[in-house]
Each structure stands twice: as structure tokens, then as C-alpha cells.
């Protein structure tokens, strides 16, 4: 039988980032110039495992937002 993959993977970095900004799960949604939901920026943060596509559009919200350039090594931990 095939091993699951582990999806939920603990709090990300991403999340503490956000507190530090002073941001809401809404702020990265409304800087976003890409189709985010308020799901996908919540299951980032709860670190449930999320496709690079949608990893790569919530780095972008969240460099737009708070107007730095954070890699995705700094986000997320898988």
C-alpha cells in the first residue's frame, strides 16, 4: 500500500510573519493581484501542505503587503 503524505504539518513561519506585519488572513487577500481566498492563506498558516502554485501566490500577497521580499524558505517549512 502507498504511505500517506503528511498534510498537516504544524504552524508555519508565515504565520508569525503575519502577526509581526500586523496582518490579517483579509489584508493579503485584498493585496493580492492574484485569486487568493481567505481558505487558502488560513490552511498556509495552519501549515496544511498546499501546491507550489498556491504557495508561490501567497508569498506574493504577502511581499505586496508588507512591501519586503520574503522567499518561500522563509514561509513555509516543507
Known amino acids: 500500500m502507498k504511505e500517506d503524505i503528511e498534510r ?12 509581526s506585519h500586523g ?3 483579509h489584508d493579503l487577500v ?6 487568493i481566498t ?8 495552519k501549515g496544511r501542505r498546499l501546491t507550489f502554485k498556491v ?6 500577497a ?3 503587503a508588507t512591501e519586503k521580499q520574503y522567499a ?5 517549512t516543507y
Not at 485584498?30 to 485569486?35: D, L, R, V, W
Not at 518561500?72 to 513555509?76: A, C, Q
Open 55 to 60: 504557495q508561490a501566490k501567497i508569498r506574493n
Open 38 to 45: 481567505h481558505k487558502m492563506v488560513a490552511r498556509a498558516c
Open 23 to 25: 496582518l490579517k488572513p
Open 72 to 76: 518561500l524558505s522563509e514561509l513555509f
Open 62 to 64: 504577502l511581499n505586496a
Open 8 to 19: 498537516n504539518l504544524g504552524v508555519q513561519p508565515i504565520a508569525q510573519i503575519m502577526v
Open 30 to 35: 485584498a493585496a493580492s493581484t492574484e485569486q
